[in-house]
């Protein structure tokens, strides 16, 4: 079993659709989860972190942690074709340098 | 401020050729990483670096060397390229600092070995 599994998609939602993507964990020695943004035939970018537990926003899109149940998720609203891309969960010990990521979850915003 | 420059964007090789990824930062980031991304596979830990002098295995490293003399360079070699190696190779470069983090990335290498 992989450290982190992510919900493979793909996924294709209209215009203005809240989209929820998820992850879920078996290291309880992750503190820091990541989403990252992946357009293609690029690297992929920073979206937002949480640290530890509970919920961050940033503009249409919020990231939240339940260290209890180890899942991740993370919402986008008001989806925009923008938006299309292949989404990443990673996540990372205090440690430090050892990214896990998820499989991602490819993503087609329609308009 | 360059970030994360990967060389080269592209690459074919022969199978039993070696050559060397590389991978350089200007962020004075303590740590490197390298990653494969295969699809349906998101992006696999091959090596890491968390300073200079120190280097540690990820969950793919068959295959391949790195080493880290200076902060600021981390190249991955494929010592006998192999088909199976045909993958797209990002390299990262990150800190961690109380509940401060971040990792960039550079724009990949697409390998074909044939």
């Known amino acids: 079993q992989k450290e982190v599994e992510q919900d493979p998609g793909p996924l294709s939602v209209p215009e203005g659709a809240i989209v929820s993507l998820n992850c879920t964990y078996s290291n309880s020695a992750f503190q820091y989860f990541m989403w990252y943004r992946q357009y293609s035939r690029k690297g992929p970018e920073l979206l937002m972190y949480?640290?530890?537990?509970g919920n961050k926003e940033d503009g249409r899109f919020t990231a939240q942690v339940d260290k209890s149940s180890k899942y991740i998720s993370l919402f986008i609203r008001d989806s925009q074709p923008s938006d299309s891309a292949t989404y990443l969960c990673a996540m990372m010990t205090n440690q430090g340098g050892k990214l896990i990521f998820g499989q991602g979850t490819e993503l087609s915003v329609k308009p | 401020n360059a970030g994360v420059t990967q060389t080269p964007k592209f690459q074919v090789l022969k199978t039993g050729q070696s050559m060397t990824l590389q991978c350089a930062q200007d962020m004075n980031h303590e740590y490197m990483s390298w990653y494969r991304q295969d699809p349906g596979m998101g992006l696999r830990l091959i090596h890491y670096s968390v300073g200079a002098g120190i280097t540690d295995q990820g969950e793919v490293p068959n295959g391949y060397n790195v080493s880290r003399s200076t902060t600021e360079d981390f190249p991955l070699r494929l010592l006998s390229a192999a088909p199976s190696q045909t993958s797209v190779y990002f390299c990262?470069?990150?800190?961690?600092?109380?509940?401060?983090?971040?990792?960039?990335f550079g724009q990949g290498t697409r390998l074909t070995v044939v």
């Open positions: 990262a470069s990150s800190y961690s600092l109380g509940e401060n983090t971040e990792a960039f």
């Open positions: 949480t640290y530890s537990s």
